[in-house]
């Protein structure tokens, strides 16, 4: 008996131990991020599809967000730079963010991790998928 209790008491404390070390994800947002990949549920006709390619690596090259610890991000987009407020909604599966301008955008988040961050908005009928990684 004595022994199952000792098994027990350091199962928990590992438990415990390991619980604590977890990140929130408003810790694991914060830093700067770009673009890995992007995924659309648009269908793209065979002819658009080489100019499509281009301008998505246009994006992925040229696109970087990064979430301040205070709320606010700063994005860059082709040399164009936005400024905002970022939030979570409280069961913190969807990132807010309202640009300087005032216009909402919430995200759904599908995977929020130390190093990945994947995305997936609604615009009319599309679905777009975008995966981050930190850069730091």
Known sequence: MMKKTSYLF???LIIAFISSCTKSP???IVGEWKISEIKTSEEIPDEQK????QIMEDMKSSTKIEFKSDGTYQ???S????TGKWSFTENENTL????????TEP???????ENKLVLENQLDQTKNTIS?????
């Open 50 to 53: 080489e100019v499509y390619k």
């Open 75 to 77: 994005q860059t987009i």
């Open 107 to 113: 995200a759904k988040i599908i995977e929020l991790t």
């Open 132 to 136: 981050w990684e930190k850069v730091k």
């Open 96 to 103: 807010v963010m309202i640009n300087e301008n005032g216009k």
């Open 26 to 28: 408003s810790d694991m």
């Open 79 to 82: 040399e164009e730079t936005t």
């Open 10 to 12: 350091i199962s928990l």
